[in-house]
């Protein structure tokens, strides 16, 4: 059975930082595109950013130089390091597996085969 889950949420103050991590089981994690969305109360779930199987990484250019995604294949587990928060960084935040490469297409949440329940953070200023 394959699962996702997500921890490492909470509510922190503008400037602060968290990291997320996305625990996997049940499919070869190193395979896949991971992708980390958010959604915030009233918005579209949006892409954060994606690691493909080679190590290659994009972001929106919300987040860009702000958070950093990265992986461990070993442990199976995705993580989303968030510096520098801000108020609109809050949401609920979703780890996403992702069957093959996504390139430019990595923001289109229904390419996506597996999704967690998500992790909530707070940012307040």
């Known amino acids: 059975q394959v699962q996702l889950a997500e921890s490492g949420g909470g509510s922190v103050q503008a400037g602060g930082s968290l990291r997320l991590s996305c625990a996997a089981s049940g499919f070869t994690y190193g395979t896949y595109s991971m992708t980390w969305f958010r959604q915030a109360p009233g918005k579209e779930r949006e892409g954060v950013a994606v690691?493909?199987?080679?190590?290659?990484?994009s972001y929106a250019d919300s987040v860009k130089g702000r958070f950093t995604i990265s992986k461990d294949d070993a442990k199976n587990t995705l993580f989303l390091q968030m510096n520098s928060l801000k108020p609109e960084d809050t949401a609920r935040y979703y780890c996403?597996?992702?069957?093959?490469?996504?390139?430019?297409?990595?923001?289109?949440?229904?390419?996506?085969?597996?999704w967690g329940q998500g992790t909530q953070v707070t940012v307040s200023s």
């Open positions: 690691i493909e199987s080679d190590g290659s990484t």
């Open positions: 996403a597996a992702g069957l093959y490469r996504m390139r430019s297409h990595w923001r289109d949440d229904w390419r996506y085969t597996y």
